[in-house]
């Protein structure tokens, strides 16, 4: 059995899928949800699925005026103890951070939090963290300043930031094409990003790219038990999932999808 990263992975926040969903920005992979109520299954299915690996979940009330309110990743980065709140690189998603922050501050009694002022933008979604390395993307929600203050605050901890520049006229985030389902691996797809782009990785780690029509799967959680959240209709995916030692769970998300959401979008864990 592969050995799997443990952290950060006893308790998700996630947050509910309001009525307006069908309204929520839809620019890359998807063309905008269409059934809420199967939305809302496949939501529910994927709590479940946290819960069932013994996860303490959390789900705050739907926001009906910020559509995409269900892509928590996005407005929060916690980081061993630290918490760090971005401002959201598209206008429409700012108002959506405020629960999301109270809650943190309610929970994590003792943490540091820090914010992001001026003209510095991230989006949680461009973040992927292998072990102690820190990929970030510079996209078209994540700019310089932004990077500036993550950097700051990883340097503090000690950790290392390395830069990637995604291709921003077909991929929304970092974690839109790709994943660490595990401490030692980086799933991608081909066709996005280059070995180079991640730079030399630590002894015993590798990057793995699928085909690039599976960029969506690409996308997984490792759940620091042996358990990977993939999305279904992804067989490399799943086949590699399977390999490396790691137990599968397959959520279907189409219509998580249709909003430009993979599965990291909708859960932060802290
Ligand atoms: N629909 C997710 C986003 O564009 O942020």
Redesign the pocket.
Known sequence: MATVRTDQKQRALMRAVPESFSK????YF?SGPTDIALARKQHAAYAQALLDSGLEVTILPADENHP?CI?VE?QAIVIDGHVLLPLPG?PS?VAEQPPIADFLSRQLNGFQVCGMFGDARM?GGDLLRLGNIFFVARSK?TNDAGIETLRSLLSHLGHELRIIDIPTEKA?HLTSISSTPTDQVILTAEGFLSADDFGELPEGCRIIFLPEEEVYGCNTIGLGNGKVLVAKGYPTVLETIQELGLEPIVLDMSQIRE???SIT?CTLFF
């Open positions: 929520a920005l839809a620019n998807g995409d892509f996005d598209h998603r989006d929600r929304l909003a430009d959401g979008c």
